[in-house]
């Protein structure tokens, strides 16, 4: 097996069919020499819905990725390769999301309104600080209620901790924040990297908890049900585990 990466992900660029036909270019080589190759590895993954407005040809890539390999195998006079692929988050990304309430807000300066999450991004959602990740972030609910432009800003005492246009795809809208009513917000298609990278339990950046984890299935009827998987971190665990 001959493994192709790139760390820029399958676009459709000049720069990735270069890269991808450098490497069918390589194995019709290598196959010359080792006989016993047969499978071509493409790995750099699809990319999954990280805003509203995310639109991506799936069949088209996908059909042109095969139809280049071949042409370039049949240019080399070498046999079609076995084709795998190690799309990671397109496989699991959209399995996960996280669910925050709006603890308060508070007015920063005459332009920037904050909403505070009972959270910490660095904690739950660490590409969003490390790597500026986007991700599909809505209201869960008062859908009716009027907008205001805010920043999402995390419980921990990083300055660092927040989310803002310059992370998301546009300046971000929320309901209006209301002492009556609390409002939640949803981060979704996060099932690939965030649990791995933050971890689980254990001690976390500021001593923020772990979250409660439900999972949502459906039965055979495609009822949907949830179910409690672990709950939320407790100060006396964290404790315990410090050695308190």
Same mark, same amino acid.
């Given at each position: 097996m001959l493994h192709f990466f790139i760390n820029t992900g399958v676009k459709d660029d000049a720069y990735y069919w270069n890269e991808l036909a450098k490497c069918v270019k390589v194995y019709c080589e290598l196959k010359k020499i080792c006989p016993s190759l047969d499978t071509l590895n493409i790995g750099g993954g699809f990319p999954i819905k990280t805003s509203m407005?995310?639109?991506?040809?799936?069949?088209?890539?996908?059909?042109?990725?095969?139809?280049? /390999?071949?042409?370039?195998?049949?240019?080399?006079?070498?046999?079609?390769? *076995?084709? %795998?692929?190690? %799309?990671?988050?397109?496989?699991?990304?959209?399995?996960?999301?996280?669910?925050?309430? /709006?603890?308060?807000?508070?007015?920063? *300066?005459?332009?920037e309104r904050w909403y505070m999450i009972d959270g910490s991004f660095i904690t739950n959602l660490p590409d969003t600080w490390g790597l500026k990740q986007r991700f599909v972030m809505l209201a869960i609910n008062n859908w009716?209620?009027?907008?205001?432009?805010?920043?999402?800003?995390?419980?921990?005492?990083?300055?660092?901790?927040?989310?803002?246009?310059?992370?998301?795809s546009n300046a971000?809208?929320?309901?209006?924040?209301?002492?009556?009513?609390?409002?939640?917000?949803? %981060?979704?298609?996060?099932?690939?990297?965030?649990?791995?990278l933050g971890g689980y339990g254990g001690i976390q950046h500021c001593l923020q908890p772990a979250p409660k984890h439900i999972i949502i299935d459906r039965d055979e009827k495609g009822e949907y049900y949830t179910r409690l998987f672990s709950k939320e971190q407790s100060f006396r665990s964290m404790l315990k585990i410090l050695g308190y």
């Open positions: 407005q995310f639109d991506y040809d799936y069949e088209y890539m996908t059909e042109e990725i095969i139809a280049q /390999i071949k042409n370039i195998c049949t240019q080399y006079d070498t046999p079609d390769p *076995n084709i %795998f692929s190690e %799309f990671g988050s397109y496989t699991v990304g959209e399995s996960g999301a996280v669910i925050y309430s /709006i603890l308060g807000q508070k007015q920063q *300066n005459d332009r009716d209620h009027e907008y205001n432009r805010v920043i999402l800003g995390g419980l921990t005492c990083d300055s660092q901790d927040y989310y803002n246009s310059e992370a998301h971000i809208f929320l309901p209006q924040y209301s002492n009556d009513e609390t409002l939640y917000i949803g %981060f979704f298609h996060t099932g690939a990297y965030q649990e791995s």
